[in-house]
């Protein structure tokens, strides 16, 4: 079978259309990670000089640095080489999910071109760390999965037009359990639905290092000098973040945005990072991989949703192997914020959540 890799790719030219170096963004990550020219280089393969040499020629076409080398204490980046830096990490954050998604579609074209495989699995689920590790053991088993991220909304309207085998669905653990999930009850079947789990995380503010504007609570985004990055209508994150606030006699709208709306938790996170914004409300994860302060608020339930009859039917047989395998649930257990028992669980939804009576009758 093959795997379809989709990388984004920029460049920048100066006024007078010459590029800025090839390797240089490389290089300039490897710095940010190690705090070490000659560690840089190592990971990127080049050359002390000839990385120096790059440096040189991206400090004239610039017109100001992008390193700052101290005797006895290594490099580090200056404030012009960190926007590169977090320009590339914004990017491919952004961009992640479309790329996945269409990779995803052209490898299911390529198989039905080349041979008489059986139709591959339907996932359809939010972007999550979660869903990239299925995504990996299943291209580490060489198994098909036709996976396109859409929100939970979205991923429970194709279940129910039967254009999607899983469905990939979020919901508070605790008092907004009920709330949540009466705004996807008219998208749901729930005696003909099955759970399947896949995890629980931790969601909450996503902040700058250090904390400087000392944001400790949902009340503080509604402050002046807060810059919120929000999440897409729609997506699960704001949703909770709007009932949470609704809770408090509080108003989305009156958070101090930056004028978009990132599509992912990483997009939210690389954000802060860049110091574009002051803070987010998101995953744990991104915030421990990008050195970000972390305040949680909520823990969520992450699970599949699948018609019980599907469950059965042997395209599910993969991805079901996995989710119940050891290897796996230690996988997710690495990742900071997630917690995988139960992990690969069948339950009804009455079973599943306390809340299902209350909701369905």
């Not at 985004?221 to 949703?239: C, K, T």
Request: glycine fraction near 10%; charged fraction near 25%.
């Amino acid at each position: 079978m093959f795997k379809v890799q989709i990388q984004p790719r920029w460049t920048l030219h100066a006024a007078d259309g010459q590029p800025l170096p090839g390797k240089l963004i490389e290089l300039l990550q490897g710095v940010h990670a190690t705090g070490s020219l000659a560690a840089a280089c190592r990971r990127a393969g080049l050359s002390y000089r000839y990385a120096w040499g790059l440096l040189q020629q991206s400090q004239a076409l610039f017109g100001a640095p992008l390193l700052r080398m101290a005797r006895g204490r290594g490099a580090r980046l200056s404030a012009l080489g960190e926007r590169l830096v977090w320009a590339e990490q914004r990017i491919a954050a952004r961009l992640a999910p479309t790329l996945d998604s269409l990779a995803s579609e052209v490898e299911v074209e390529l198989g039905r071109a080349l041979s008489a495989q059986a139709a591959p699995p339907r996932v359809h689920a939010a972007h999550g760390f979660a869903v990239e590790t299925l995504r990996r053991f299943l291209d580490e088993a060489d198994a098909a999965v036709d996976l396109k991220y859409r929100s939970p909304g979205e991923a429970l309207d194709a279940l129910r037009a039967g254009a999607c085998d899983l469905a990939g669905v979020h919901l508070p653990i605790g008092e907004f359990e009920r709330d949540i999930l009466a705004h996807y009850a008219g998208r749901i079947d729930p005696h003909g639905d099955r759970v399947l789990h896949l995890a629980t995380r931790r969601i909450g503010l996503i902040l700058a290092p250090g904390n400087p504007k000392r944001i400790g609570a949902l009340a503080d985004l509604l402050r002046s000098d807060v810059r919120f990055i929000h999440r897409q209508p729609g997506s699960g994150a704001r949703l909770l973040l709007e009932r949470m606030l609704a809770r408090q006699g509080l108003s989305i709208h009156e958070v101090r945005g930056c004028g978009i709306d990132e599509l992912t938790h990483a997009a939210v996170a690389a954000y802060v990072a860049s110091g574009m914004a002051d803070a987010g409300f998101g995953l744990e994860t991104p915030a421990r991989r990008y050195g970000l302060e972390f305040v949680p608020i909520a823990s969520e339930h992450y699970f599949f949703l699948a018609r019980e009859s599907t469950l059965d039917s042997p395209a599910l047989g993969d991805v079901l192997a996995i989710l119940r395998s050891e290897r796996f649930r230690a996988e997710l257990g690495k990742l900071p914020g997630y917690d995988a028992g139960g992990c690969g669980e069948v339950q009804d939804l009455f079973e599943a959540f306390g809340s299902a009576r209350a909701v369905f009758g």
